[in-house]
């Protein structure tokens, strides 16, 4: 069986690694090809290089007397997904989600000894609004215009959009704690519901196609039963203490 060999030209200079270079390397040996590996060492090697393929960027391979291209044309090669940079994905707040319910999981271990506690479900609500709390908070303005594209109560009070994230992380942090429960319950109960009824509306209602705003507005996340999800989630635990405070 012939050997299959591509030629892989890449940035390496002392200042300069280039990534998507040693990424392209990384795919093609898994793909079973042996690879001739070609630093440009210099900027004048590399604008050489570009100018002679007319290409405007590198890493650039090569497979037999075919150009195939840069790292994405090479995952395109090998039929894997390239994203175009608008696609919707619902992937960041599915990994909060997860990484919160495996949390919540470990929490329970420690505690009990073994993962099968009721107290999974409120850990994991807590947990998961405390890490988006957290995303909102790395960039309040990007969250807030966002925020302001579709939240009922934002949209007539402004400074709404500003407090929300502080107050998901107050809450999600207190309800973690186990402390301060009068004002985390309200508060979770106050910012679902709300936030609820502002998806229902925008989505349901008025069927506008919107990017969420809970992973902090730099993701494109689609607004919808995931968004609805989150805060029905959230104003159930807050009513769910309510509860039990008020019982005993």
Excluded at 27 to 41: P, S
Excluded at 134 to 144: G, N, P, R, T
Excluded at 221 to 246: Q, Y
Aim: glycine letters at 8%.
């Amino acid at each position: 069986m012939p050997r299959k060999t591509a030629r892989l030209y890449r940035m390496v200079m002392p200042d300069h690694l280039c990534p998507f270079g040693l990424k392209s390397k990384s795919l093609l040996q898994r793909n079973g090809y042996t690879v001739e590996d070609h630093h440009l060492t210099t900027r004048e090697e590399t604008d050489a290089f570009k100018a002679e393929h007319d290409v405007k960027t590198t890493p650039q391979t090569f497979i037999g007397t075919e150009r195939i291209g840069g790292h994405d044309d090479l995952r395109r090669f090998f039929g894997q997904h390239v994203s175009d940079g608008d696609e919707k994905t619902y992937r960041p707040v599915l990994a909060i989600f997860i990484i919160s319910f495996l949390i919540a999981l470990a929490i329970a271990m420690t505690t009990y000894g073994t993962p099968l506690s009721w107290r999974v479900i409120p850990w994991f609500v807590a947990t998961a609004m405390t890490i988006l709390a957290l995303q909102k908070l790395q960039d309040v303005e990007q969250f807030s215009t966002m925020f302001l594209g579709y939240d009922l109560l934002a949209r007539r009070w402004v400074p709404y959009a500003y407090i929300y994230p502080y107050a998901e992380a107050v809450a999600g942090v207190l309800m973690l704690a186990g402390v301060a429960l009068w004002l985390a319950a309200p508060l979770a109960l106050f910012v679902g519901t709300i936030g609820a009824v502002s998806v229902i509306k925008a989505v349901y209602i008025d069927k506008r196609d919107l990017k969420c705003a809970c992973t902090g507005g730099n993701d494109n996340v689609p607004l919808g039963f995931i968004s609805l999800s989150e805060n029905i989630a959230m104003a159930g635990m807050g009513t769910w203490m309510l509860i039990r405070m008020i019982v005993g």
